[in-house]
């Protein structure tokens, strides 16, 4: 055995989203949940990487920037993360009712579509960042107007991109997925895990 010499930092995710609470605990250190209040509004013109890079790292900032007013710990490291979903040109967030999920659910039916999850790691001491993500394709079945109804009336899809979640019962819209699952859930862990070596951190 090597003597462990690795840093153990607590980590602080810049996150309302439970499913992201759910998968950073499998990197089994110290987290506190802070939501942060960054805006998600970009330029139109922006690439998808440029959407998710950008908002994680916004979104890990902003709290970066709150933390300042309490006593920052030093080796705290804020982690932001952002998730849309790409149909060839269209670009998805959230729906912003069930008419908006019912399309989007329409658009995505018997397609593939891509997942891009971005992920951004500050340290509270000094900011440095360091930013990256993943994409990971997903294929939904032929969906009828009726699966979609019933659907959307499960109120599942309002507070996810692209109008559904793969983890819950969006799993019985999908038909097959290549690439890492955890990227369409919301947090890509084992990409956290390879940013968090940046800082000299190293989760099992
Ligand atoms: C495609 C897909 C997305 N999602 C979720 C992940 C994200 O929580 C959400 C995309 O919205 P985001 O803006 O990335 O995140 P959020 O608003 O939920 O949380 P925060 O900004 O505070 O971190 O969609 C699923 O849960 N399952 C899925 O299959």
């Not at 998600?40 to 440029?50: A, L």
């Not at 920052?72 to 998805?92: C, E, F, H, K």
């Not at 107007?145 to 969006?170: F, H, L, N």
Request: overall charge negative.
């Amino acid at each position: 055995m090597s003597s462990d010499k690795s840093i153990k930092p607590e980590l602080v995710l810049a996150s309302s989203s439970p499913r992201r609470k759910e998968l950073i605990a499998l990197l089994g250190l110290p987290v506190t949940v802070m939501p942060s209040g960054a805006s998600e509004e970009t330029p139109e013109d922006w690439t998808p990487r440029q959407i998710v890079e950008e908002l994680s790292l916004r979104k890990a900032l902003a709290v970066q920037q709150e933390m300042k007013a309490d006593i920052p710990s030093d080796s705290s490291i804020i982690i932001g993360s952002d998730t849309i979903v790409v149909l060839d040109d269209v670009i998805m967030g959230k729906p912003r009712d069930e008419q908006d999920a019912f399309h989007m659910l329409s658009q995505l039916s018997g397609k593939a579509h891509e997942v891009y999850t971005g992920v951004s790691c500050v340290r509270a001491s000094d900011s440095r960042s360091v930013t990256s993500h993943r994409v990971t394709k997903v294929r939904m079945r032929p969906l009828s107007e009726a699966q979609i109804s019933r659907y959307v009336a499960t109120g599942e899809p309002m507070d996810k991109a692209g109008a559904y979640g793969i983890q819950e019962i969006g799993a019985l819209l999908v038909e097959a997925i290549e690439g890492d699952y955890f990227n369409v859930v919301g947090l890509p862990v084992s990409l956290v895990a390879i940013l968090l070596e940046q800082f000299e951190v190293t989760v099992p």
